[in-house]
Each structure stands twice: as structure tokens, then as C-alpha cells.
């Protein structure tokens, strides 16, 4: 790859990027436009995470790419051979030697450490968007800490329907001021995302935005005293590895109904599996 | 059956396999050369190299056997990569006045200085199939056109929209300040309310079909602006680039483009009288729909400007300029096959939540 440089991004627009993610540290939550590239991958398929990465990623870090939890799903394939091709850099499947973790979809059930790094794609950057179409006004909204729409929505689905309506991409405040769109990761990784250790970055390609929540900064998902924010549970445990609070996938094994419940951690299920003596599959 | 998603990596080369396989298709047929795309198939070059903003028949040519002739993939190749290119200086504006005309009608009068050119046109041609065409030197082509005895050299053609603008019926093109800097929407994220020359860099790199739609959209009733096509014109102009070190204009190339005036009725407002209003069109190579289009849109869009209501879709800044690119609308439509079964889970899980208290059958 002599055509292309180190992470296929010249070093402008790595230096681009790189003040858009400095900015996005130093206002948490909020989103940060920038010039973003068009890339040798789809719109929709992460190029804003693609750019984040490529910005950011240097020849010592160790690489760990995921969507929906697992490292071997297409696109995160796709990804890291990007980045193999591209970089050469040490690729890793485990969360705990990662220091550079792309995802979609999913945070790691392994918690994540101080000096770490997450970058998350980001289809629709802007939280109120299915609320108010037109960024003139949401960038106003934000500007003006105006969220009062978005409670008055979360409200509206408690009346009628007893809950919330979102399951997946679900709301938060971070540090106390802006509301974000925490990419459309299912609630249950929410809590993560509170006082997290690890440096979050979120790249949007597409929509030409990064936000970032910087380590350790207090991230509330909205709800009301009375309505505590409760995340999805199972009453079983991983069918592979036994495992318990975490998130699982539903596969359908057959057509008659048979359903098997499996982590969608690929990582986490396949390092318990040998303590407990299961094969890998 | 937990192997169902897995095995990503395999797959991937598989499908990459097939492709090329698909792209080739029946080796008893001579493979494509680039030399009878970019010569035979000219206007999907040349819709490539104007929607993938680079003006390289070349690489539009190679894009498109690439692409096994899918144009809006070619334009994404295309695309991907232009990005990468380094940016040695901007060129001047390109003066279309002295274009190297094949092509120029204007629809608002009969005859203009420097005539009517047909040039290279579908216009008139029956849309019956050519089964001579079928075998390859089925037909020869008919005689070249060469130069009749009454055909002169064209003399100059003053663009037509110039001579209604010395009476005063059309508003005045106002020349914009040299040294202010020029918005690049490759390079800048775009922004609300967007100045002309990002808007018109936006509907250039636009989808043709979107922009064919909305442009219909205004006349059919919303957002109506009664245009006339003051003027078409299609030909080679030359790209001058002044080297900081020179200090004087070098031609640096040569490029096709196609350019569209369209002249609309204004009733005036309460800061202008009535007069004929503009909307511009301009795109690379042969593509005089997609600048006709783009005409009627761009006029569309200066609502605001003009003290017009904006209440069509083409009138909408936003709406249009952000759904306008092939590139991104293909690619976040066809993210959906991606897997989501994340996220979906999730539904599943708030579904049955939901199910089981209000009593229904889970």
C-alpha cells in the first residue's frame, strides 16, 4: 500500500480531524462539524468511525474492531483489514489488549481501561432529529440547553404505553449539559458509558460530525424519579457459555420456534468457554 | 449453528471472487477495453466524471468497467479516489463566453448572435431502435460531417442572457469580490443557510435523477418559477491556473462542459420591480439534463433571496442540499443489510415487555 499513506488519510486531514476531536474532548457531547472524507467504504458502513480511527491510530497500537459484539461479523472484518492493509498495525480479538477499539452497535462486556480508546460509528449524530428535521433549529436547541422536547416525548410514551420506546440509541445528558445520541448501541450499554475510564470518540461520516465524551465524565440516560432508566434482561444465561447480565442474541435454530441465546460479546463468551470446559463451536 | 455468523473473513473473499467473475462475464466475449467505454459510452463518462467531480474520462472509464457499468458505484470509486488527491491552487473561473461551442440553443428567441447550434443532439431523433446498430459495422457511420460550403467558422456568441440584461429586464449578475475565499463542500462540512457557490457546488456533484425530479416538481405547481431556457450551450473551455511563482495565467487543460441560463419570471417585491430572475446550471461534459435541471432548482432555492414564500420541496435549502448525493443517500439506504440484530434484539426484547403488560398474547 506505497500509494496510500499511513491509515489512507493524508496527514492534513488527519490534523483536520484531529482539532474536530480536540474540540469535541473539550466540549463534551457536543457535535463537532467537520470536513469529512469520502472513504474507500460505504456511507453507512462507518466511515466516520473509519476516519476517527485512521486520525488517532499510530504503528504501536493494537487494533480491535467489532459490530454487534463480534469481531467476526462482516463489516468488522472488512474493517480491520482495512486498517491491516493500510497500517500494519497488531490486531487483537480481546477487549483487555486492545488500546484502539472501533464498534458498532456494542460496547465490550470486558470493562474498559484507563487509556484506552473507543471509536463508535455514528449513522444520525443529532439526538433530537426524529423530533425537529431541520439542523438551523436543532444546533439552536443545543445552543439553548432547549430539551424540553425530548422530555416531553420520553413523558408521552410513559403515558401511553407504560415505558419508554427506546430500546437501542437511547438518549443521554452528558456532563450535566448537552444531550447526545449515544450511536445506536442497545440501552443495556448505556451504564458504560457513565465514568467510563476509557476515552469515547464518535465519528459520524456521513452527517460530518464527531462528538466525544472524555474519560471519567458523568453520562445520565434521561428518566424521570418515578420512571428509573432500566436496561433489557434475560431470565437466562448464555447457552455457549453460561454467562449472566450480559447482552444476548437470539438465534433462530430451527423453524419450528427453537431459539438459542448466546452472548453477543464474541470476545467475552469465547474466553469463559475454556474455563468451563465447553469447546468453541 | 452459531457458525451462521461467523466465518466473515471467508465470506468476504468468496463474494470478492464472485464479483470478478461477474464483471467478466462470458469469457467467449472479448473483455472492455477503456478505449470503447470512454469512446462509445461518452455520456455515462461523462455523467461519472460530473457527479464524481473529477474530470478524468480515464479513471471515469476504468470506474465504470469497475463498477459492471453501475454508474452511481463508478461514481463512488471515482469518489473515494478524488479525496486523496492533493490540492495544488484554485483555478480561475472559467469564462463559458469563450467557450469552444459544439452545442448552443436558446429557447427564448428565434435567432441570436452567433446562431443556433444543434450540435450532437437526442432532441430530434425518433426513438426507434437502430437494429443495424446491432451487429458491429452493421452500419458504417453515416458520412462524417464535414463542413459545408455555407458553413462558416461561428463567429463570437455573446451568451444571450447579456443581451436582455443591457435593457435592464433581467437582474444583474454582481460580480462577486475576487479575493473573497470560495466554499469547497468537499472540504467543509456543510453549513445553514448555505451561500450560492456551496449550493451550486452541491447540486453539481448532485444526483442527476434527484435533481431531474425536483426540477420537474417546480413545474408541475410547487415552488413554480416560469422558466424559459435562455440559453444551453455545450463545448470545450480552457482551465487557467496562475502559478504563484509566474504571477500570469497558464492553460493547464482543457475541458466539455455544459451550461444552462434559465431565465424565470418575478413579479418583483418590495425591494425590487419586476423583472426576469436567473437560475444556474453548469456541469462537466455532456449533461444537459442534469444542468437544466440544476437551473431550475438553483432558481428555485433563491426564494429566500427574492422574497418568495418557500413552501415546495425544491424550495426547501435543507431538504434538498442534504439528500442531493448519490454517494451518501446510496450508501446510508443500503447500510440497512448491515447486521442490526443488536439493536433489534433490543426491540424484541421492549416488545414483549410491552406485550406482557398490556395482557396481550405474548
Known amino acids: ?281 | 449453528m452459531y457458525v451462521a455468523v461467523k466465518g466473515g473473513e471467508q465470506a468476504i473473499a468468496t463474494a470478492h471472487r464472485l464479483l470478478a467473475e461477474d464483471r467478466r462475464g462470458d469469457l467467449a466475449v472479448p473483455e472492455l477495453t477503456l478505449a470503447q467505454i470512454a469512446g462509445q459510452l461518452t455520456l455515462a463518462v461523462d455523467r461519472v466524471m460530473a457527479e464524481g467531480s473529477c474530470y478524468d474520462p480515464g479513471l471515469a472509464a476504468l470506474a465504470i468497467k469497475q463498477a459492471r457499468g453501475d454508474l452511481l458505484e463508478a461514481i463512488f470509486l471515482v469518489r473515494a479516489y478524488r479525496t486523496t488527491l492533493p490540492r495544488f491552487g484554485a483555478s480561475l473561473p472559467i469564462d463559458t463566453g469563450a467557450m469552444t461551442v459544439r452545442r448552443r440553443v436558446s429557447a427564448t428567441f428565434k435567432d441570436v448572435p452567433g446562431g443556433q447550434i444543434l450540435g450532437p443532439t437526442f432532441d430530434y431523433t425518433h426513438r426507434l431502435l437502430d437494429f443495424s446498430l446491432a451487429e458491429p459495422g452493421g452500419r458504417a457511420v453515416a458520412d462524417p460531417v464535414a463542413p459545408s460550403a455555407e458553413s462558416v467558422e461561428p463567429g463570437p456568441m455573446p451568451r444571450v442572457i447579456e443581451l436582455l440584461d443591457r435593457e435592464g429586464l433581467i437582474e444583474s449578475e454582481k460580480p462577486d469580490i475576487e479575493t473573497r475565499p470560495v466554499a469547497d463542500v468537499t472540504r467543509e462540512a456543510l453549513t445553514f443557510p448555505a451561500g450560492r457557490d456551496a449550493r451550486l457546488q452541491n447540486l453539481a456533484r448532485g444526483d442527476e435523477g434527484f435533481l431531474l425530479a425536483l426540477g420537474y416538481s417546480t413545474q408541475r405547481g410547487y415552488g413554480r418559477n416560469h422558466p424559459f431556457a435562455g440559453e444551453i450551450r455545450q463545448g470545450e473551455v480552457a482551465v487557467e491556473l496562475v502559478p504563484e511563482e509566474l504571477g500570469f495565467a497558464l492553460t493547464i487543460a482543457e475541458i466539455t462542459v455544459t451550461e444552462c441560463q434559465m431565465v424565470n419570471q418575478f413579479a418583483g417585491s418590495t425591494s425590487a420591480p419586476p423583472q426576469f430572475t436567473r437560475g444556474y446550471g453548469l456541469a462537466f461534459g455532456h449533461t444537459e439534463r442534469k444542468a437544466m435541471a440544476m437551473a431550475l432548482v438553483d432558481r428555485a432555492l433563491r426564494c429566500r433571496e427574492l422574497d418568495e414564500t418557500a413552501a415546495a420541496p425544491a424550495q426547501d435549502e435543507e431538504f434538498v442540499l442534504s439528500h442531493s448525493d448519490n454517494v451518501e443517500a446510496s450508501g446510508f439506504v443500503q447500510h440497512l443489510k448491515l447486521p442490526h440484530h443488536v439493536d433489534f434484539q433490543s426491540e424484541l426484547v421492549l416488545l414483549r415487555t410491552l406485550r406482557a403488560g398490556t395482557g396481550s398474547a405474548s
Not at chain 1, 469535541?24 to 469520502?38: C, D, H, L
Not at chain 1, 460530518?208 to 420512571?227: C, E, G, Q
Open chain 1, 1 to 281: 500500500m506505497s500509494d496510500y499513506n499511513f491509515a489512507f488519510l493524508d496527514e492534513q486531514t488527519k490534523r483536520m480531524i484531529r482539532r474536530a476531536i480536540l474540540k469535541a474532548v473539550a466540549i463534551p457531547g457536543y457535535q463537532v462539524p467537520f470536513g469529512s472524507r469520502e472513504m474507500p467504504l460505504s456511507y453507512g458502513w462507518g466511515t466516520g468511525g473509519v476516519q476517527v480511527t485512521a486520525s488517532v491510530i499510530g504503528p504501536d497500537d493494537v487494533l480491535k474492531v467489532i459490530d454487534q459484539g463480534a469481531d467476526d461479523t462482516t463489516n468488522a472484518v472488512s474493517i480491520r483489514q482495512f486498517f491491516v492493509r493500510t497500517t500494519g498495525v497488531r490486531t487483537t480479538t480481546a477487549t483487555d489488549e486492545a488500546s484502539l477499539i472501533q464498534t458498532r452497535h456494542r460496547i465490550p462486556e470486558t470493562p474498559l481501561a484507563p487509556g484506552q480508546i473507543v471509536v463508535f460509528q455514528v449513522p444520525i449524530p443529532e439526538p433530537l432529529r426524529w423530533l425537529e428535521p431541520r439542523e438551523t433549529e436543532t444546533r439552536t436547541m443545543h445552543a439553548l440547553a432547549e430539551y424540553g422536547l425530548m422530555w416531553v416525548r420520553l413523558y408521552e410514551d410513559i403515558t401511553r404505553h407504560g415505558h419508554v420506546e427506546t430500546a437501542y440509541d437511547y438518549p443521554v445528558v452528558v456532563n450535566g449539559r448537552y444531550l447526545m445520541r449515544p450511536s445506536p448501541i442497545p440501552k443495556f450499554d448505556n451504564p458504560k458509558l457513565d465514568r467510563c475510564p476509557a476515552l469515547l470518540l464518535f465519528g459520524a461520516g456521513r452527517e460530518k460530525r464527531i462528538y466525544a465524551v472524555p474519560p471519567h465524565t458523568p453520562v445520565r440516560s434521561l428518566d424521570f424519579d418515578d420512571y428509573p432508566f432500566t436496561i433489557e434482561s434475560w431470565d437466562r444465561p448464555c447457552a455457549l457459555c453460561g454467562a449472566r447480565g450480559i447482552f444476548l442474541d437470539e438465534i433462530i435454530v430451527d423453524d419450528k420456534g427453537g431459539r438459542l441465546f448466546v452472548c453477543s460479546d464474541t470476545d467475552h463468551c469465547a474466553r469463559r468457554r475454556p474455563a468451563r470446559g465447553v469447546s468453541s463451536a
